[in-house]
């Protein structure tokens, strides 16, 4: 029974001492304050239930990194659900309506496909600047690497997709035009 409360008593005191920090580094990423206390409070819930007791001398570094960790993978997941919503939310204004909507899901499958096929640290980078509006200095920051590096793997990103989606863009542009 003391062994808990010292538990816990420790645990105050970490959380305490952490938590106005870990939740400037999630907010950074999210941009919300309510998203952030989601992303913080899972990670001392984690820290609450583990199994091992992290060295007080990384606990800074491993709050923090878990923290980042976790935000970037709510963007992640914030975009999918954004993404799955607008297809949801999608409605043809023409009367060929199943025509256009097979052109635009056939579309947006093909361009999904083609994101997919990036290299990992490419595919994140993109979709943080192209879909989440992030600049390259803030995607440096947030992945730990140069802007260089960033502004290099977009230009991988756009190379690669304007070859494996030149057909589609065609083929979007040709049925524009017949509605026109």
């Given at each position: 029974?003391?062994?808990q409360a010292?538990?816990?008593?420790?645990?105050?005191i970490?959380?305490?001492?952490?938590?106005g920090?870990l939740?400037?580094?999630s907010k950074?990423?999210?941009?919300?304050k309510?998203?952030?206390?989601e992303?913080?409070?899972?990670?001392?819930l984690?820290?609450?239930?583990?199994?091992?007791?992290?060295?007080?001398s990384?606990l800074?570094?491993?709050?923090?990194?878990?923290?980042?960790?976790k935000?970037?993978?709510?963007?992640?997941?914030?975009k999918?659900t954004?993404?799955?919503?607008?297809?949801e939310?999608?409605?043809p204004?023409s009367?060929s309506f199943?025509?256009?909507?097979?052109?635009?899901?056939?579309t947006?499958e093909?361009i999904?496909?083609?994101?997919?096929?990036?290299?990992?640290?490419?595919?994140?980078i993109?979709?943080?600047h192209?879909q989440h509006?992030y600049t390259?200095?803030?995607?440096?920051?947030?992945?730990?690497i140069?802007?260089?590096t960033?502004e290099?793997?977009?230009?991988k990103a756009?190379k690669?997709?304007?070859?494996l989606?030149?057909?589609?863009?065609?083929?979007?542009?040709l049925?524009?035009?017949?509605n026109?």
């Amino acid at each position: 029974m003391q062994k808990q409360a010292y538990q816990i008593k420790e645990f105050e005191i970490i959380f305490k001492q952490y938590y106005g920090l870990l939740m400037q580094i999630s907010k950074y990423y999210l941009g919300n304050k309510e998203d952030a206390e989601e992303v913080v409070n899972e990670i001392f819930l984690k820290l609450w239930n583990a199994e091992t007791e992290v060295e007080d001398s990384k606990l800074k570094s491993y709050l923090s990194i878990a923290v980042k960790n976790k935000s970037i993978n709510a963007i992640r997941d914030r975009k999918k659900t954004i993404s799955l919503k607008e297809h949801e939310d999608y409605e043809p204004s023409s009367t060929s309506f199943s025509d256009e909507q097979i052109i635009y899901k056939q579309t947006a499958e093909q361009i999904s496909q083609a994101i997919n096929t990036l290299p990992e640290q490419c595919k994140i980078i993109f979709k943080l600047h192209r879909q989440h509006q992030y600049t390259y200095h803030q995607i440096a920051e947030i992945l730990e690497i140069s802007p260089k590096t960033v502004e290099n793997q977009m230009g991988k990103a756009l190379k690669t997709l304007r070859i494996l989606l030149k057909d589609t863009f065609l083929i979007i542009l040709l049925a524009k035009l017949e509605n026109i």
